[in-house]
C-alpha cells in the first residue's frame, strides 16, 4: 500500500489510530464503543450515537434503531434516529423520544426527531448504511425549511445524494417556475440553506 494511507495512522511508536471508540473500565479493560466518524458534532458538543441506539434498542417495540446527525444552520448538527419496529409494533415519536430523555444523563443527545422507517438499510454484512440515513435527513430538513418558498405556480422536488467535494449535496429541482420569480427563490433558497454544512444546487426546468 501507498505509505500516504499509513500518514496519520500511526500516532507515535507502537500506537494506531484506528478510528474506533472506546472506554477502559475500573479493572483495565478496553471496550470497544463505536466509530469516530459517527460522531454527531452538536454546537461542539461531540456525540456518540451507540449509547442512544442502545437505549432505543430496549424498547419492546424497536427492532432496529440508529442514530445520525441532521444538518443544522446553528449548531451545526443535530442528533435525529431512525427506526425500524418490530412486525405488528406502532411507533410514537414523542414517546421514543421521552423514553431515551429519561434513561440518558447526556441532555444534548437526546434526539430532536425519530423517524420510522421500513425497512432500515442495511450493508451486504448486515450492519446500519448510515450514509443513506444522512442523506435522509438532509433532505428532510431541506424540504421543511423549504416548505414557505415562493414557488407560485410552480413545483419543487428535493433530492439529496453524496457528493465527492461536498460529502452531501442537496439537490432543488424547480418545473415551470415564472422567469421573473427565480431572483427571488435563489434568494430565499440562500437564506433558508446557506448556512448549513452540506451544499445544495438548483436545477431549473
Do not use: C
Not at 464503543?33 to 417495540?61: C, M, W, Y
Not at 414523542?94 to 444534548?108: C, G, K, N, Q, Y
Not at 434526539?111 to 425497512?119: D, F, K, L, N
Amino acid at each position: 500500500l501507498s505509505e500516504i494511507h499509513n500518514k496519520d495512522a500511526f500516532v507515535e511508536p507502537g500506537w494506531v489510530n484506528s478510528g474506533d471508540l472506546g472506554r477502559l473500565d475500573e479493572d483495565g479493560y478496553l471496550w470497544i464503543t463505536g466509530r469516530a466518524k459517527d460522531l454527531v458534532i452538536r454546537g461542539g458538543h461531540n456525540i456518540d450515537p451507540q449509547p442512544i441506539e442502545e437505549i432505543l434498542f430496549t424498547h419492546p417495540s424497536v427492532a432496529l434503531a440508529a442514530m445520525v446527525g441532521r444538518p443544522d444552520a446553528y449548531a451545526g448538527e443535530l442528533p435525529v434516529a431512525y427506526v425500524q419496529p418490530k412486525p405488528g409494533q406502532a411507533i410514537d415519536p414523542s414517546e421514543l423520544i421521552d423514553f431515551v430523555r429519561e434513561r440518558t444523563p447526556e441532555r444534548a443527545a437526546v434526539p430532536v426527531a425519530i423517524y420510522e422507517i421500513q425497512p432500515m438499510p442495511l450493508t451486504g454484512v448486515g450492519k446500519v448504511f448510515k450514509p443513506a440515513l444522512r442523506l435522509d435527513a438532509a433532505r428532510r430538513v431541506a424540504e421543511s425549511l423549504m416548505a414557505d418558498a415562493p414557488l407560485g405556480k410552480g413545483s419543487l422536488v428535493i433530492t439529496s445524494a453524496s457528493h465527492p467535494l461536498h460529502g452531501s449535496l442537496i439537490t432543488l429541482r424547480f418545473k415551470d417556475m415564472a422567469a421573473a420569480d427565480k431572483a427571488e427563490l435563489e434568494s430565499f433558497v440562500k437564506q433558508s440553506l446557506g448556512l448549513l454544512t452540506v451544499g445544495y444546487e438548483l436545477v431549473w426546468e
